[in-house]
């Protein structure tokens, strides 16, 4: 068994802004040369998470209104008294997404679903550089 662990990085517009990176995950697969094993994608930092979700416009608008209703960006938050940086709603909405995501492999493709992408969702309040961690373990 071997484990590699690189990265990548994505520009994003934050405000729950959600980045497809089915494609740099493939691509760093493909360039280990492991054929089985499982992939995690991880997210540093505490206001952007990793999931994945079907990336068809329809969702790009339901998923973040889903987060507004339930963590509105323009609730109290006690974060914001702490850092004065406004983002309390980022922080609370990245613990409830996680910061990572576990997909299995076979013959060096990833098993997803035909309709199932990885999303990099960036919750903070600003433009951010966000660096994606992906560990592979595997054969
Ligand atoms: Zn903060």
Sequence with gaps: MKIETTSF??????HT???DITGEVKKVLSESGLREGTALVFVPG???GVTTIEYEPGLLHDYPAFFEKIIPSSSEYRHNDTWHDGNGHSHVRAAL?????TVPFKSSKLLLGTWQQ??????DAR??????IVQLMGN
């Design 9 to 14: 990085s994505v520009e994003t517009n934050g």
């Design 17 to 19: 802004d959600i980045i």
């Design 46 to 48: 505490s206001t952007a």
């Design 97 to 101: 997404q996680g910061a990572s995501f």
């Design 118 to 123: 990885i999303i990099l969702v960036d919750f």
């Design 127 to 132: 433009a951010r550089n966000r660096k994606v």
